[in-house]
C-alpha cells in the first residue's frame, strides 16, 4: 500500500541544522511531486513549496526561500527537507504529501516533529 | 496571495446533526478547492478535491459545493468520528493557501 514514511523526533539548538528525510513505498516515485506543508504547534496548516520529483527543480513559498532546501535521493525513493540557522519559530511538525500533476495531496507522511530550543 | 477563510473557528454539533462548513476565497479559484480532516497528533486526510468531488474511501455522508467564491463542506448526518478540525485548500495558483480551520466537536 502507498506509505510515506518520515524521519524521527529532532530537538535542535538556535543556529544549528536539520534534515527529515520522507521515504515513498507503494508507488512510482517520480509519478507524484512531493510537497512539504509545515504545522506550528496548536496552528494550521502552511504550505512550504514542492519538489518535482522527475527532474528534481524545487519551488518554494516566499516564507521559506533561504534557510529551506528541498532535495531528492529518487534512487531510495526519498525526499528530504533541510532547514539551516534553525530558529525558535522553526519549532513544528513538517509533513511530506504526494501530489499528482492537477491534483491535491492524496497522500501524507505521518509528520516530523522539530523542536528548536537552547 | 489568495487567502482562504474559514469564518467559523469551532462549531459544535449533536449526532446525526446536518454540518456545514464554510470557506471563503478571495478571489476566483474555479474548482481548485480540496477539503481535509485532521484528527489530534494525526496527518491530514484528504476528504473532498476539485471542490464536490468525494475522495476515495470516504463516506457520502461528506459532500462539498461552491457558489462563486463560497465553498462549502457538509456533513449529512455527523458521527462520533467526525471530530477533528476541518481545512480548505486552495491549489489555482501559488502559493498554495490553507483556510485557518474548522475544529468540530460533539455536543
Known amino acids: 500500500q502507498i506509505q510515506l514514511v518520515q524521519s524521527g523526533p529532532e530537538l535542535k539548538k538556535p543556529g544549528e541544522s536539520v534534515k527529515i528525510s520522507c521515504k515513498a513505498s507503494g508507488y512510482t516515485f517520480t509519478d507524484y511531486a512531493m510537497h512539504w506543508v509545515k504545522q506550528a504547534p496548536g496552528k494550521g496548516l502552511k504550505w512550504m513549496g514542492w519538489i518535482n520529483t522527475y527532474t528534481g527543480k524545487p519551488t518554494y513559498a516566499d516564507d521559506f526561500k533561504g534557510r529551506f532546501v528541498f532535495s531528492l535521493e529518487a534512487s531510495a525513493s526519498t525526499a528530504n527537507l533541510q532547514i539551516s540557522n534553525l530558529k525558535n519559530e522553526d519549532t513544528a511538525t513538517y509533513f511530506c504529501?504526494?501530489?499528482?500533476?492537477?491534483?491535491?495531496?492524496?497522500?501524507w507522511g505521518q509528520g516530523a516533529s522539530v523542536t528548536v530550543s537552547s | 496571495d489568495i487567502q482562504m477563510t474559514q469564518s467559523l473557528a469551532s462549531l459544535s454539533a449533536s449526532l446525526e446533526e446536518i454540518v456545514t462548513i464554510t470557506c471563503q476565497a478571495s478571489?476566483?479559484?474555479?474548482?481548485?478547492l480540496a477539503w481535509y480532516q485532521q484528527k489530534p497528533g494525526k496527518s491530514p486526510q484528504l476528504l473532498i478535491h476539485?471542490?464536490?468531488s468525494l475522495a476515495d474511501g470516504i463516506p457520502s455522508r461528506f459532500s462539498g459545493s461552491r457558489s462563486g467564491t463560497q465553498y462549502s463542506l457538509k456533513i449529512s448526518r455527523l458521527q462520533v468520528e467526525d471530530t477533528g478540525i476541518y481545512y480548505c485548500?486552495?491549489?489555482?495558483?501559488?502559493?498554495?493557501?490553507f483556510g485557518g480551520g474548522t475544529k468540530l466537536e460533539l455536543k
Open positions: 476539485s471542490a464536490t
Open positions: 504529501a504526494r501530489v499528482i500533476p492537477g491534483y491535491v495531496m492524496d497522500a
Open positions: 485548500l486552495q491549489r489555482y495558483s501559488n502559493p498554495w493557501t
Open positions: 478571489q476566483d479559484i474555479g474548482n481548485w
